[in-house]
């Protein structure tokens, strides 16, 4: 889950038409460009979370007005940098081993494989102080995250500005976070979701889920996407376009989406969308313009916007999963180890 956009001007926002789904193998994907079809709608054109509305990050005020506060565990060896260079706020992740890793806008977490939740980087909203307990996943927002505890419950921990960190009840098998909203998968394939949806003044509050049975949900800054069981896609509190196909994942940024097809090739459609180079990839993770997949032989590649700047290539290895967020990224390592990496930033939108 990222922040860019919240960024967007509401000039730029579309109406909202009924929510779409696209039914398998209806015809050829559309990739990106002005036809890509997403646009990521905000909420009266203003990014809005603590006091004068600016985002808390480490070394910027936040929330009421205190500094950033940082959780830096030390490094994990074989680990790798934080983000943001100078100043940026996170020195290493924990050392142990993982079963999984988030990350949100500053800051990650990750399920070790105790069952406890770690996390670390800006901890402005106590986002970094999850809740004793047991876990079998974890997903990190924007200065909130959420974990299916082992009893199927959901767990929520940092700031509630929307409600997001009221969880329903009931039993979950996954959840993700996003800027101000969550959804959870029920075991029984249905998504519930809480928290605020920004929609626009004069638009129609599109924030509930669709009705069926899914395989995974992805939530972004300003929609969210479904994986059916049939294998399609389908997107609500968005304009969107989506490509025809049959899919196995999929993962909605803050730019556009991607989303793996039965063939092992990912397909990615947006305002900002960029294709995929190559085939063969288990799994995708989209952040704001940025986005990274795991291949079958476990590496790691990584494709987007840089910005001008010298791209931040992934470390090498063999992976089983990676998560982009909005300054950094990370990779969950074969031998249960965590490796980050920075991601390229837009001039003038990012921490120092």
Same mark, same amino acid.
Request: aromatic letters at 6%.
């Given at each position: 889950m990222n922040r860019l956009a919240l960024i967007i001007p509401l000039a730029m926002a579309c109406s909202l038409p009924s929510m779409q789904s696209v039914p398998p193998d209806s015809g050829p994907p559309g990739l990106g460009g002005t036809?890509?079809?997403?646009?990521?709608?905000?909420?009266?054109?203003?990014?809005?979370?603590?006091?004068?509305?600016?985002?808390?990050?480490?070394?910027?005020?936040?929330?009421?007005?205190?500094?950033?506060?940082?959780?830096?565990?030390?490094?994990?060896?074989?680990?790798?940098?934080?983000?943001?260079?100078?100043?940026?706020?996170?020195?290493?992740?924990?050392?142990?081993?993982?079963?999984?890793?988030?990350?949100?806008?500053?800051?990650?977490?990750?399920?070790?494989?105790?069952?406890?939740?770690?996390?670390?980087?800006?901890?402005?909203?106590?986002? @970094?102080?999850?809740?004793?307990?047991?876990?079998?996943?974890?997903?990190?927002?924007?200065?909130?995250?959420?974990?299916?505890?082992?009893?199927?419950?959901?767990?929520?921990?940092?700031?509630?500005?929307?409600?997001?960190?009221?969880?329903?009840?009931?039993?979950?098998?996954?959840?993700?976070?996003?800027?101000?909203?969550? @959804?959870?998968?029920?075991?029984?394939?249905?998504?519930?979701?809480?928290?605020?949806?920004?929609?626009?003044?004069?638009?129609?509050?599109?924030?509930?889920?669709?009705?069926?049975t899914f395989l995974a949900v992805s939530v972004s800054g300003s929609y969210a996407c479904g994986l059916g069981t049939d294998g399609s896609l389908v997107c609500w509190n968005a304009t969107i376009s989506l490509p025809a196909g049959t899919y196995v994942s999929l993962s909605a940024g803050d730019g556009y989406a991607c989303a793996v097809k039965t063939d092992a090739t990912v397909v990615c459609w947006g305002l900002w969308a960029s294709p995929a180079s190559g085939s063969s990839f288990e799994s995708v993770s989209v952040g704001d313009m940025y986005a990274c997949g795991v291949k079958i032989d476990g590496t790691i590649t990584c494709w987007g916007d840089t910005f001008g700047a010298q791209d931040a290539p992934p470390p090498t290895g063999t992976f089983t999963s990676v998560s982009v967020g909005y300054t950094f990224a990370c990779g969950l390592k074969a031998d249960g180890g965590v490796a980050c990496w920075d991601v390229p930033q837009p001039p003038g939108l990012c921490c120092p």
């Open positions: 036809e890509g079809g997403l646009s990521p709608l905000a909420a009266g054109g203003s990014v809005g979370n603590g006091a004068g509305g600016a985002f808390a990050s480490s070394g910027e005020l936040g929330s009421g007005g205190t500094a950033g506060s940082v959780v830096a565990p030390p490094p994990n060896t074989g680990g790798s940098s934080g983000y943001g260079g100078a100043g940026g706020g996170i020195s290493g992740v924990p050392s142990g081993t993982f079963l999984s890793v988030s990350v949100g806008d500053t800051f990650a977490c990750g399920v070790m494989t105790d069952g406890t939740v770690s996390c670390w980087g800006d901890n402005t909203n106590g986002q @970094c102080t999850p809740p004793p307990g047991t876990f079998t996943s974890v997903s990190a927002g924007l200065q909130f995250a959420c974990g299916v505890k082992t009893d199927g419950s959901i767990a929520c921990w940092g700031n509630n500005f929307g409600g997001e960190t009221a969880p329903p009840t009931g039993s979950f098998s996954s959840v993700s976070a996003g800027v101000e909203y969550a @959804c959870g998968l029920k075991t029984d394939g249905t998504i519930a979701c809480w928290g605020g949806m920004p929609v626009p003044p004069g638009s129609a509050d599109m924030s509930t889920p669709p009705t069926g």
